[in-house]
């Protein structure tokens, strides 16, 4: 069963949740190399063009999903206990439309003494492909959103995607396209997606009565 999106309620206020999901899992990182400064998500949109969706089964809830989450025991929540109106949907999701994320870092050259020259900059993200197994559960007072981890030999969520690199302020660009730089920032922004939003990883909404 194919049914239509209506992806304009993705607005600013989610596009910042999601940018901030992003910021936090970058600022969290002990591995960026030593020749970059802090990378930050200054901007994403999610555009125009809706992902096609077939739900594919109605199961019940995974049990995970009962149980307390940190806010939750930080807030002396107790667990989610089941309902008969609970459901859960399995939904294959394509897509392949015109999102766009544009990342903030600097360039440290370490020549001489420690970040002796520091250059800006900006990597634009676009071409967003990807195709996944989402999960929606339904649970009283909110819903719960994954994707499931993807089969052999896909390695990740995230298909493809194009980088326009540019290094320098804007009007004396220094260099472009650097393959190091570029390599790195796939790699992590391919692994924020994948341990952020695939299971057991998830999102939990709360839905108004």
């Known amino acids: ?10 607005d600013k206020k989610v596009a910042l949740s999601v940018q901030a999901q992003i910021n936090q899992f970058f600022a969290s990182l002990d591995d960026r190399p030593s020749f970059l400064g802090d990378i930050s998500v200054e901007s ?4 125009s063009v809706a992902p096609n969706l077939e739900i594919v089964d109605l199961t019940e809830p995974f049990p995970e999903f009962y149980m307390a989450t940190e806010e939750d025991e930080c807030e002396l929540q107790p667990p989610l206990s089941a309902s008969e109106d609970d459901m859960q949907l399995l939904a294959k999701v394509e897509y392949c439309g015109d999102m766009s994320i544009i990342l ?23 071409k967003v492909e990807f195709s996944a197994l989402a999960v929606v559960a339904y649970l009283r007072d909110r819903v ?50 994948d341990e952020d939003f695939v299971f057991p990883s998830y999102h939990s909404f709360e839905v108004a009565d």
């Open 104 to 126: 903030k870092t600097q360039l440290q050259l370490n020549y001489l003494a420690q970040q002796f020259v520091s250059l800006p900059v900006s990597l634009h993200i676009t």
């Open 144 to 193: 719960n959103f994954c994707f499931l981890e993807p089969l052999p030999p896909r390695a990740s969520l995230l298909d493809s995607f194009v980088i326009r690199t540019e290094i320098g302020d804007a009007d004396h660009h220094v260099l472009k396209n650097v393959e190091k730089l570029e390599r790195f920032i796939t790699e992590q922004l391919r692994r924020s997606i």
């Open 1 to 10: 069963m194919s049914f239509i999106i209506n992806w304009e309620k993705l």
């Open 44 to 47: 994403l949109d999610f555009g």
